[in-house]
Structure formats: C-alpha cells, structure tokens
C-alpha cells in the first residue's frame, strides 16, 4: 500500500465481512455464517480493498490468507467490530445512570446557608457524580455559566443575560437585625422609613444582596445616618451585636443572628433564590438530576412552612 495513500470511508459491514473471511479462510464459509449471498459479501470486501488501495487476502486454490496489510489491520478491525457491539449497552448504561461531572455555583449569600446542607444527601444519593463546586458573585457566575465554565448557579434573581435559563425556587424573606438591646428588638415588627440616626452595614460592590438592601430601602425612604461596608455576614453580625449599627439579612442566614434580634420588615421584603444555566436543549443527566432535587428541597421547605 502506498505510503501516500489515505483510506476513503468505509462501513462496519465491510469490516464484518473482511473478519468472517479471516477467521474461515472462505468466502463461502463467511458468506453462510454471516447469512448473506457470496457475491455480495466478495462486493463488500472488493469496495474494503478499494478503499485501503491494497488487497487484504490473498487467493489460493483452495484458501484464503491475510496478506500483510490484511494481518495489520486485523486485530484493529475486530476491536471496532466489538466496541459497536457494546454501544447499545453503553447508551443505556448512560441513560438509566446517573453520573458525569457537575459544576456549580453559589453567591456567597447563599452558598454555606442554603446550598451547603443540601450537598451531603445529593452526594450520597448520586455517588457517580463528580460534584465541583465554587463561590462567587452574581457577575462572575452569570459569566462563568455563560462560558461554559460552570454547568448551574444558584443566585439571586433575576439576572441579565442572553441564553439563560432562570427558574425561582422560592421567596427568602428579609429581616431587620438589629442589636438585643435595640428598643426595636422587643418589636414584631418594623417599618424602615422609621428608623432614623441609625448606621446600615452593608456588603461591598458586587454583592447583589447590597443591591436589594439598598432597593428595599429606597422604596421605604429609609434615613440612615451612614453605611459601613463588609465583605461578608460573619462581620456585619459581629459588628450588629457590638452596637456599631443595623443591617438587612436573609432569613437563611439566621443561624448566624445569635446575639441579635431578627425584627420583620413592614411591608415584607423578600429575595428571589433561583437557578440560571444555558439555554440549550440538551441537560446532561447530572444537571437534570441536581436541578430537580432543588426544587424538591425547595417544596419540601415550602411545606413545612405552611
């Protein structure tokens, strides 16, 4: 075979043919084991020959033998041969199991108070998914997801951004919390517009939770004497329990409130926790899986509300 020569496409069935007659030595023995006429399968391997540009057996009186390029191209041909003969298996292998790599991601408002206690369970529940998982803000996940980079983000909704995929999963309330001693803490409720030389303790740009701090606010014409700026809860809570001032918090963040009073907000605010991923219409079985299972914990959440 010339060394400049590049086989043309050829087709599993030539390759059947091509591996019966190496194993009976006939064209007629192959002809019957494969249950076609001989004239057709001496078609199928005289097309196999063209396309390879060599002939691939060798025609003596009584046999047929593998010539060299037929010997070299044997055990590669009975490998392709196999491996389409386990397709089907593995097609439904891969759609009856769940398994695959599955990136997320997750504000940090969100990350270690709703999604951290649900990973445990899922994991267990699909062991052959290889979970990744990472933290970030709205921007930087909406791009992230975008690129491709991670599969989902559970943020804050609604975010811009063509060839998304936004699904709400439920309404997190927003709390005033407010020191112990705060003469609003023995209140149930409190209306914003109210409070007055009061310092807001705020995260920092690119936290969309300071966004909807500084919305819910607006909208009650709040008056604050100041803002003061962190970068995460731990310290907003640190400095609320030390008198330094107020801030607004989710509800999932409670757990965080020891030493602090959670008053509700008049009228009551709340935040949109949802889900983004690309627009497309194929989900891998991972996402579709993970996807789901939050809006079961979601429902599960909203009934054990009611």
């Known amino acids: 075979m010339s060394q400049r020569h590049r086989p043309r496409s050829f087709d599993l069935r030539q390759l059947e043919c091509f591996c019966a007659v190496a194993r009976t030595g006939s064209f007629t023995k192959a002809a019957e084991d494969l249950g076609i006429a001989q004239p057709s399968l001496s078609e199928h391997i005289a097309r196999l020959e063209q396309n390879f540009g060599a002939a691939l057996f060798e025609r003596l009186n009584r046999r047929v033998e593998l010539t060299p390029v037929g010997e070299a191209i044997l055990g590669k041909a009975k490998a392709l041969l196999e491996d389409a003969a386990a397709l089907p298996d593995h097609f439904e292998r891969a759609r009856e199991g769940v ?24 994991m267990q529940r699909y062991p052959e998914i290889d979970l990744h998982v990472r933290e970030g803000t ?5 791009q992230q997801v975008l690129e491709g980079v991670i599969d989902v983000a559970i943020v804050s909704l609604p975010v811009s951004g063509a060839g998304l995929v936004m699904k709400e999963l439920f309404r997190d309330p927003l709390f005033l919390a407010v020191p112990e001693d705060h003469p609003l803490a023995a209140t149930g409720k409190a209306q914003l517009r109210r409070l007055s030389e009061e310092r807001l303790l705020i995260l920092k740009d690119g936290h969309c939770l300071r966004d909807e701090t500084l919305s819910v606010c607006d909208r009650a014409r ?37 030493g602090c009073k959670l008053v509700e907000i008049e009228p009551k605010a709340t935040r949109r926790v949802g889900y983004i991923r690309l627009e497309r219409r194929y989900l891998s079985k991972a996402l579709e899986v993970f996807t789901g299972y939050l809006k079961q914990a979601a429902e599960r959440q909203h009934s054990s509300e009611r």
Do not use: C, N
């Open 99 to 122: 398994h695959g790599p599955l990136r997320v991601g997750a504000i940090p408002t969100i990350l270690p108070y709703y999604l951290t206690p649900l990973l445990k369970a899922f």
């Open 138 to 142: 709205t921007a930087e996940l909406v």
């Open 222 to 258: 709040a008056r604050f004497s100041g803002h003061f700026e962190a970068d995460q809860f731990l310290t907003i809570f640190e400095l609320i329990r030390a008198g330094f001032g107020v801030s607004i918090v989710p509800e999932m963040a409670r757990g965080l409130s020891h």
